[in-house]
């Protein structure tokens, strides 16, 4: 029998009612359950078929873990080797090179020394950094944010100069970007499961995390429809990431790739609403199913 192992952490909804969905469905070939793992021997090896990842971007010790299933031959969802694309300035030029649209980027040196280093290890920085620049290509307004996802305290919203680098003097030794600010007509977030099950929501990153989520389906045109599931497969397609969420700006007919390669770390049913939550419930089911089952 083909074996579906469950990572997870605080978040227990959203895993344990794909498992009673997996195994509810009475199929004699797959069973779903939770993971249990002690002490790790280099020479160990593990029957899980697939494994559902809900917590190692947390705890290293489970990405130890998975890096070794994903050696064995095993799939992990989402890509456990995908660290290096959590990074915004990274994934602006993926999406770049995937021929997409993004805000103009720029990647900002440290306003402090990188930990356990001294101003010797700047030498190959160029001194004094060409400010206008960066303005000139990004404008005005731009938005200073850091370049890791989980910093979400050091964005800014800034409209000239002087309020750049008033923000620039708080971010410390937190690597930044300063990027155009996309005055959009409006906001979604595709919900990607393999490259086959595409689910668009309007949605608002500025509001409170329970009012996010429209829970009324977003008229769109068929044409942006259209681009912005072109682009979500595009860009699974490069990550080898087969649970994802990317964030779309949509400004006088262009679709802008926001921010993408996300671990989706928020699924509970009064954030995402009814049918959202019960889609992705059973899309991820239906897909470590097909995944177990080489399908």
Not at 64 to 76: A, I
Not at 164 to 189: C, K, P, W
Not at 199 to 207: A, G, M, S
Request: aromatic share 14%; net charge neutral; proline share 4%.
């Amino acid at each position: 029998m083909k074996k579906i192992g469950l990572l997870f952490g605080i978040g227990t909804n959203f895993p344990l009612d794909v498992q009673h969905y997996i195994n509810s469905k009475n199929n004699n070939e797959v069973t779903c359950e939770e993971i249990k793992i002690g002490i790790l021997r280099n020479n160990d090896f593990y029957d899980y078929d697939v494994v559902l990842d809900r917590i190692s971007e947390f705890v290293p010790f489970y990405r130890s873990f998975l890096k070794t299933l994903k050696l064995q031959g095993k799939k992990v969802i989402s890509n456990c080797l995908t660290a290096c694309y959590d990074d915004y300035f990274f994934q602006a030029q993926i999406a770049n090179n995937l021929g997409l649209k993004t805000p103009k980027t720029c990647l900002i040196p440290t306003k402090w020394l990188p930990k356990n280093t001294t101003p010797e290890a700047m030498r190959n920085l160029e001194y004094p950094l060409d400010w206008d620049k960066m303005f000139d290509y990004v404008g005005f307004p731009a938005v200073l944010k850091s370049n890791a996802y989980d910093e979400k305290r050091y964005d800014f919203k800034v409209y000239n100069k002087t309020e750049f680098f008033s923000a620039y003097e708080l971010t410390g030794s937190n690597l930044m970007i300063l990027q155009e600010s996309i005055e959009h007509d409006e906001y979604v977030r595709c919900f990607a499961v393999g490259r086959k099950y595409l689910k668009i929501v309007k949605y608002n990153p500025t509001n409170p995390l329970h009012l996010r989520y429209s829970r009324s389906a977003p008229r769109i045109d068929e044409n942006i429809e259209q681009k912005i599931n072109s682009a979500c497969l595009k860009l699974l397609g490069n990550m080898e990431n087969h649970f994802n969420a990317v964030e779309f700006a949509i400004k006088q007919g262009e679709v802008y790739c926001m921010d993408f390669n996300r671990p989706i770390s928020k699924l509970e049913r009064f954030i995402l609403g009814d049918e959202v939550y019960d889609w992705l419930v059973e899309k991820i089911g239906d897909y470590l199913i097909e995944l177990a089952l080489g399908n």
